[in-house]
């Protein structure tokens, strides 16, 4: 069982204010202050310094927090799997949205074939949220497509898949699309911040000192079907996976924009806490679904 000093640690660390960690917790300020007192005192290093008035955590205090956060996640998948009255395989996950509108089904009828027992949860979110419920414990793993922290997570590569920008057949251009720029008056169609598909934009922009913010219009959409039915009916162009538009590309609905400054490809990878005791069932779960 977690020592509730770590509990009172990783939720100063949640919100990096002791007042409000008290709060969260139920108990006085100072209880918060004595339970941080003991870890450093038990550790012999300081766990949080200020900067200004702003609470931040050590690098003792970093690698406490990654080390506290996988014994909570693993506590918890142990929990779970105590009070299971049968030998029943359950898998509890998330796949980011491009993951799991183009790719889950066929993995997961792969993996049912093999272990047509087994009881799934799967979440599909965007990769900072399932970051999220990694850390807080409620999946054990995710399929992602975003970036993430390599120092908190382990992970298997599950594939390299290009990374484009399409638009409407017969989509009428302000200029000629053959660059980034020259693509700024345009409306982008972008999914939400959060959102793994579109870093990878944000990232390829802010590499060449651009911003999202350069297109005249943009349209922030949660929903990757939305997105590509806008694109599709000429609202607007977007940057997609070419995984994730292959049927339409096929169709003739969409074509790719052919901009000479633009080749991108990205990792979708299966990713879990680092440090895990679970380490070998993931890999194994990983092997089943690579199969």
């Known amino acids: 069982m977690l020592d509730f000093r770590m509990e009172t640690f990783l939720t100063v660390c949640q919100f990096m204010n002791f007042t409000r960690a008290s709060e969260k917790l139920n108990i006085t300020q100072p209880a918060v202050s004595q339970h941080i007192h003991f870890l450093e005192k038990h550790y012999n290093t300081k766990l ?17 927090r990654n080390a506290s956060l996988t014994m909570m996640h693993d506590e ?8 299971k009255t049968n030998a029943t395989r359950e898998l509890r996950f998330g796949a980011t ?21 087994a009881h799934i949860q799967m979440v599909v979110e ?33 594939s390299d898949e290009a990374y484009i ?29 959060g959102s793994g ?27 990757l079907q939305t997105i590509k039915e806008l694109t599709k009916s000429g609202c607007g162009i977007t940057f997609l996976y070419e995984a994730a538009v292959r049927k339409e590309l096929k169709a003739g609905t969409l074509i790719e924009i052919p901009l000479a400054d633009f ?7 299966f990713i879990w806490r680092r440090g895990s005791i679970y380490a070998d069932r993931y890999r194994e779960i990983f092997r089943n679904f690579s199969a």
């Open 48 to 64: 949080f310094r200020y900067e200004g008035k702003k609470l931040k955590l050590t690098g003792a205090g970093e690698i406490l």
């Open 263 to 269: 080749h991108i490809f990205h990792e979708f990878n």
């Open 126 to 158: 965007n990769t900072k949220e399932l970051l999220k419920r990694l850390d807080e414990g409620a999946i054990d793993f995710a399929l992602v497509e975003g970036f993430f922290q390599k120092s908190e997570y382990d992970y298997q590569k599950y």
């Open 97 to 117: 949205r491009t993951v799991g509108d183009v790719l889950m089904a066929g993995i997961l009828e792969r993996y049912l074939s093999v272990h047509p027992d």
């Open 165 to 193: 920008a399409v638009c409407a057949r017969n989509y009428q251009f302000h200029h000629t699309p053959d660059s980034i720029e020259r693509l700024f008056q345009e409306r982008l169609l972008i999914r939400e911040e």
């Open 76 to 83: 918890l998948s142990m929990l779970s799997e105590m009070q």
């Open 197 to 223: 598909t579109r870093e990878v934009l944000e990232r390829c922009l802010d590499a060449r000192n651009l911003s999202v913010r350069d297109f005249k219009k943009v349209m922030e959409v949660g929903s």
